[in-house]
């Protein structure tokens, strides 16, 4: 059989140009709409972000999305009404999928806001039917991070904890080509509407290679257990031929600016949460472990820590279940698939590539 000229993984290829944002791997930087990452973090509320993603692609875009974006948790919420306990108690994204597959198909801003708000609302309120407890509305006045926590509690967050939540919203609302925005593109050059690019983007986002990741990196930290069993861990793990979740990436080769700009928001909420620092110190001492025998094992190839592992310990400090994580990251990157979808459907190309066929040439019918 010949050699597949094929690029596996699509690795190195450029299959979109986008206004969006721009992935920086050799010097680990991430900007998204002309603005650092580490700036959003700080200096913007998520729906600031979401308004920087979505200008120019809708023309009733309000200057002020927050009211919008409040009635649109209020509008979705109702859909909650069909998640029984069973559903509740699959994976948390599984769930949260079935729920945006109730949603309306469509183009327009409306179909966009109640994409954006479903993850927020339908991710508390799976947490809480799991757990035996009646959902909570949303809260339209609120903040969008604000409200996540307070329906998924059923209590006001300190305004720290949800200043927390917001920095991660904005810190993953937007990523380049990633897996899952390449899915949302695909489906939105066939035009099938934005419901149906957001369910791709779901779909893609919850293998452990992509948004899976960090409810592994909790598993780890929970067997690692102290400092000193980091190194021995980590390469028995390696033996197996197991990854290392939290740490690598396709276009990173130096660090990727997220995970700096989650750390240091991790720093802060440790401080206004009275959070017992010793976890930040066993994942800080992992970090160095994973890294120096990652350096080791493999010399050719630049494996650093990726946006996973500060997620993993910010959303733990939060009080967020591991296996909620994946969900949590959807309430951010859901803005990130509009936006692409609406850039890719106003090329009005078809994504479609070619495949080399590596089977037999011809067989005679029996
Ligand atoms: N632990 C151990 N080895 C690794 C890791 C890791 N985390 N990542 C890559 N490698 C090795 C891999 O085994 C391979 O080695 P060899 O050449 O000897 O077979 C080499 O590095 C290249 O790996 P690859 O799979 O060809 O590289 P990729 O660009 O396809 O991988 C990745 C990117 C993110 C899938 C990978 O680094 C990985 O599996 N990381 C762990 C999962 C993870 O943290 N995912 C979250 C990614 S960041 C969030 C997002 O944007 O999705």
Not at 158 to 170: F, K
Not at 258 to 278: E, I, T, Y
């Amino acid at each position: 059989m010949s050699q597949s000229p094929a690029h596996e993984g699509l690795e190195g290829v450029v299959a979109a140009r986008t206004a969006l944002s721009e992935v920086d791997g050799q010097a680990g930087r991430l900007i998204i709409r002309g603005y650092a990452v580490e700036d959003l973090a700080y200096r913007a509320g998520f729906e600031d972000v979401v308004h920087l993603l979505l200008d120019g692609f809708f023309d009733d875009l309000p200057s002020d999305l927050a009211p919008a974006l409040g009635a649109a948790r209020v509008r979705v919420f109702a859909e909650v009404a069909a998640l029984d306990e069973t559903l509740a108690r699959r994976d948390p994204v599984e769930a949260v999928r079935a729920l945006v597959a109730r949603l309306p198909d469509g183009e327009g801003l409306d179909v966009a806001l109640l994409l954006i708000a479903a993850p927020a609302v339908f991710t508390p309120a799976v947490l809480r039917i799991a757990a035996g407890q009646p959902p909570v509305a949303p809260d339209p006045a609120l903040p969008h991070a604000a409200d996540v926590l307070r329906m998924t509690r059923g209590a006001a967050a300190a305004a720290g904890e949800a200043r927390a939540l917001d920095a991660y919203l904005a810190t993953v609302c937007d990523h380049g080509l990633n897996a899952s925005t390449f899915a949302a593109r695909v489906v939105a050059s066939t035009r099938a509407g934005l419901t149906s690019a957001v369910l791709a983007g779901l779909s893609a986002l919850k293998g452990p290679l992509h948004g899976g990741a960090p409810g592994p990196v909790i598993e780890m930290l929970d067997a690692i257990g102290t400092a000193d069993k980091a190194e021995a861990w980590i390469s028995a793990a390696l033996d197996r031929g197991d990854r290392l979740m939290g740490f690598g990436h396709r276009i990173y080769r130096v660090r990727d600016p997220r995970a700096d700009a989650l750390k240091a928001a991790l720093r802060q909420l440790v401080q206004v949460s009275g959070a017992a620092p010793g976890r930040l110190a066993l994942a800080e001492a992992v970090e160095q472990a994973a890294l120096r025998i990652l350096r080791e094992r493999k010399p050719g190839r630049p494996l650093d820590t990726n946006v996973e592992f500060y997620t993993a310990l910010l959303l733990e400090t939060l009080g967020l279940p591991p296996a909620s994580f994946t969900a949590v990251f959807a309430m951010g990157r859901t803005a990130g698939w509009i936006a692409h979808a609406r850039e890719q459907r106003a090329t009005g190309k078809l994504i479609r590539p070619q495949s080399v066929y590596v089977g037999p040439r011809t067989k005679a019918a029996a």
